[in-house]
């Protein structure tokens, strides 16, 4: 069975400063996609970015990056120069199937970001 | 940008009763989903619907949910007969198959 497992209830951070986000997953496929999901408190979805798990290269969107180890099964967020608008609460979300629509979601992890 | 859209963004219903949730994909996509996030827990896969029946389902979508693409525009939940433990926050996704775009939700109460 497909889980995935966000162990940071929650965490803060200073802004501009460097904050990660941790999350594990369990999956027996070798190829797969991963996501981060931001959810701010108008409670949208809002997609951060994303992983192909065959690509050995971090995905990086701007600000936001990946440490992604895929032996591990490790895929965690990486926010530089935190801004206040990035406090939420950040999901980690492993898709099932190949429409990459039908999700598992990891608890969540609600980010403070401290002016 | 073409986004997904659900109305209302809050509904407020008594035990009981049926509700229907509906939701405007983006218009070029072909798969649709209903996920479900109780307050304070994670989100909820609930169904997929692909060419017009439902390819995938929770085992918390049962008897009590349907879904619907009436004209090929909207996509509905209903609810038949609302639970208190239905009360949630409802979200609609579609996808052209290379990543999920989730609408902003739909709050329902049930009292």
């Known amino acids: 069975a497909q889980t995935v497992t966000q162990s940071q209830p929650e965490m803060s951070v200073q802004e501009a400063e460097t904050v990660t986000l941790s999350c594990t997953y369990d999956?027996?496929?070798?190829?797969?996609?991963l996501f981060w999901y931001k959810q701010p408190p108008s409670r949208q979805m809002i997609l951060v970015i994303r992983?192909?798990?065959?690509?050995?290269q971090n995905a990086t969107e701007n600000r936001f990056s990946v440490n992604f180890q895929k032996a591990a099964k490790s895929f965690s967020l990486k926010i530089s120069d935190s801004q206040l608008g990035d406090a939420a609460m950040y999901f980690c979300a492993y898709p099932r199937g190949s429409t990459l629509g039908r999700l598992y979601f990891g608890r969540g992890t609600q980010l403070t970001v401290w002016p | 940008e073409p986004e997904v859209t659900q109305t209302p963004s809050h509904q407020v219903t008594q035990m009981g009763q049926e509700v229907i949730l509906r939701c405007v994909p983006i218009s070029n996509h072909l798969y649709f989903y209903w996920y479900r996030q109780i307050l304070g827990q994670k989100v909820e896969f609930l169904v997929s619907?692909?060419?017009?029946?439902?390819?995938?389902k929770s085992e918390i979508f049962d008897d009590q949910f349907s879904v619907e693409r009436p004209d090929g525009s909207n996509f509905t939940l209903k609810i038949r007969s609302t639970k208190l433990e239905d009360s949630a926050m409802y979200f609609c996704?579609?996808?052209?198959?290379?990543?999920?775009?989730f609408g902003q939700g739909t709050r329902l109460t049930v009292v």
């Open positions: 992983q192909e798990a065959y690509k050995q």
């Open positions: 999956t027996s496929e070798s190829d797969y996609y």
């Open positions: 996704a579609s996808s052209d198959g290379t990543e999920a775009f």
């Open positions: 619907f692909y060419n017009n029946e439902i390819s995938e």
